[in-house]
Structures are given as structure tokens and as C-alpha cells.
């Protein structure tokens, strides 16, 4: 019997997760294998922070197997406000996850990385072999170094142990269980959510910026058969980009007019150009990924984001958008 603990369970990846193991043909290539019993933890069941806590958690479920998802997030002015509670936290959950599947004898473990752990000034296309090459990104300086240690252990438990540690590196996640909070929230959800309420109050939708950057997005459902393929199948202790390909950059411009289309908004629509934009494009490779998988079918992105913004309509009053009530 496997037993497969998946922490940080119940967000935006992890019920990415979830949706393949629970609608992919039982025994296929991303469905649930027979012998598995798959378990999604939130963040309720054990603060990771501490390490009583979370040897309660593995003696509870007694994984084998371990996709570590738990993270403290936040948007670009958390992250530059709260820089120590950003690396100190995260230092804190990933060193008691991977401390404790050392010590309870967990098979394999797979940790979720981000993009903003590439230094801020690097050669594009990213790909795993620059992660360490200079600081990252001053805007996310506690908690990209908290990332770039799990990287880190991961090679000095396999040095010290033999230890099967590896880690994943998604590029933008959308989906739905995003999180919608307006002060939090990333591109996608932020503009799903503003469009919702512009709809609603019969207000203009005003975008930041120009629209002109570009972005690599994933689907959560599409990154959940990826993190089930890196654990079935990837044992190596490097790294692995999770996302579409270059060629599949889109604007924020066309990303905003999918979110339009998808909400049938009719209202007034415009791009608040005085705003700044950020980074015009910062593309990644998934050479490696589809050269170890032998290629993957991703969902197409305008039918992917009419899904997320359907379910977000559907269950506004349950998904994590700020508001009191939610």
C-alpha cells in the first residue's frame, strides 16, 4: 500500500491534484493506481511551522510518499513587507517536512518550487541549471530563498542519505480554488475577480498597465497530472520545470480580453496605461519536461480559463476572494 500525503492539500495545486486522481481512468498514467490511497492535508489538520505538529501528521497517515505543496504566499506588497516572516515560515515548513519524511522513512518526496526563485538578473529562456546564479528578485527576497533551500536540502539529503528528494517548478498556476483575494491574488485571479465585480455593479473594468506582457500560464488541472508524473516516474534529485512551452506566451492583454469574453462582461473595459507593468516576459523552458515525458497534451488556454472563471462565478460565495462572507 502507498500512501501518498500531499500537504498544503486542499489549495489551488493540490486540487489540481485531486481533480486527476479523482477523474482519470483508475490505473492510467495520471489516474489512481490500485494499492494507492491518496491524502489531501490542509493547513487546519497541522500548523507546519512546527515540528510537533507535523510528526503528529505523518504518524497520523504514515505516508510513504509526500508532495509537498504548504507554503506561506502572498502578493507582491506582502512579500516585500513581511520579507523575514517570508523566509522564516517557509524555511520553517519545508526544513520540518523534509526533517520528518527523513526521519518516518518516506519513499520519495516532491516539492513545489516557483519561478521566482531564478535570480533577477539571469539569461532567458530559464531552465533548471540557473537557479543559483545570482540573487533572486529583491521584490520576493525572503521567500524565494526559503525555495531556493529546498533545492538545496534536497541535494544534501541525497549526499548524506540517499534520500529520493526532488522538487517541481511551476510557471503561472490558474485554476479553480485559486485565490481570489484582491490584495493577494495573482494576474489571473486578481482580473477574474475585478471583472466579476465590474459586472456585478455595473462599473468599468479598468487593467493596470498596458497589457503587454507576456506570461507562461498552466492550468492547475494540467500541473496535477505533472506533479503525479514527477512522482510515478522522475527520480532524479534535479529540479523540473512544470509549464507550457515559450511558444505558448500569451498577454495580458489577451488574457484580459478571455476573461471578458468568458464573464460575458459588456461593460466599459480599458488598460490604465500610468501603471506600471513589471516585467515585460521572463520565458522558461520545458525542453526537459517533455523530453523525459515523451510530450503532454495541455489543455488549451481559453478553454481552460472559461472553466476557472465558471467556477468562480459558481461558487463566489465558498472561494477565497476577501470578502468576509468567504
Known amino acids: 500500500m502507498s500512501v501518498i500525503l500531499v500537504t498544503g492539500g486542499t489549495g489551488l495545486v493540490g486540487k489540481g491534484i ?41 504518524e497520523k497517515y504514515k505516508p510513504t510518499h509526500v508532495i509537498h505543496l504548504a507554503a506561506l504566499v502572498g502578493g507582491l506588497f506582502k512579500n516585500m513587507k513581511y520579507k523575514m516572516t517570508f523566509l522564516r515560515d517557509n524555511m520553517l515548513i519545508n526544513d520540518n517536512v523534509l526533517h520528518t519524511s527523513h526521519l518516518t522513512g518516506v519513499k520519495k518526496v516532491v516539492s513545489c518550487l516557483s519561478t521566482c526563485v531564478y535570480p533577477d538578473k539571469v539569461e532567458y529562456p530559464l531552465d533548471e541549471t540557473k537557479i543559483h546564479l545570482g540573487l533572486p528578485h529583491d521584490s520576493n527576497f525572503g521567500y524565494a530563498h526559503a525555495k531556493r533551500m529546498v533545492d538545496v536540502a534536497n541535494h544534501a539529503y541525497k549526499d548524506q542519505y540517499g534520500s529520493n528528494f526532488t522538487s517541481a517548478i511551476p510557471t503561472n498556476v490558474f485554476g479553480p480554488y485559486d485565490n481570489y483575494d484582491l490584495e493577494g491574488a495573482h494576474v489571473i485571479p486578481a482580473l477574474v475577480h475585478r471583472c466579476y465585480l465590474a459586472k456585478k455593479n455595473g462599473t468599468p473594468f479598468i487593467v493596470g498597465g498596458t497589457g503587454k506582457p507576456l506570461r507562461q500560464f498552466i492550468y492547475s488541472r494540467d500541473l496535477g497530472k505533472l506533479f503525479i508524473w514527477q512522482l510515478r516516474e522522475y527520480d532524479d534529485v534535479e529540479p523540473v520545470i512544470l509549464s507550457v512551452g515559450e511558444d505558448e506566451e500569451i498577454s495580458i492583454k489577451e488574457v484580459t480580453d478571455a476573461i471578458v469574453k468568458a464573464m460575458d462582461f459588456k461593460g466599459e473595459y480599458s488598460f490604465d496605461t500610468t501603471r506600471a507593468d513589471g516585467q515585460f516576459r521572463k520565458p522558461a523552458s520545458n525542453k526537459k519536461l517533455l523530453n523525459l515525458m515523451g510530450g503532454f497534451e495541455f489543455t488549451p488556454f481559453d478553454k481552460a480559463l472559461d472553466e476557472s472563471v465558471k467556477w468562480f462565478v459558481q461558487n463566489y460565495d465558498s472561494a477565497r476572494t476577501g470578502n468576509p462572507s468567504a
Open 18 to 58: 485531486q481533480y486527476a486522481i479523482e477523474t482519470e481512468p483508475e490505473g492510467s498514467r495520471f489516474g489512481k493506481q490500485p494499492g494507492e490511497k491518496w491524502i489531501f492535508a490542509s493547513s487546519s489538520e497541522a500548523d507546519l511551522r512546527d515540528l510537533e505538529q507535523t510528526k503528529k501528521l505523518f
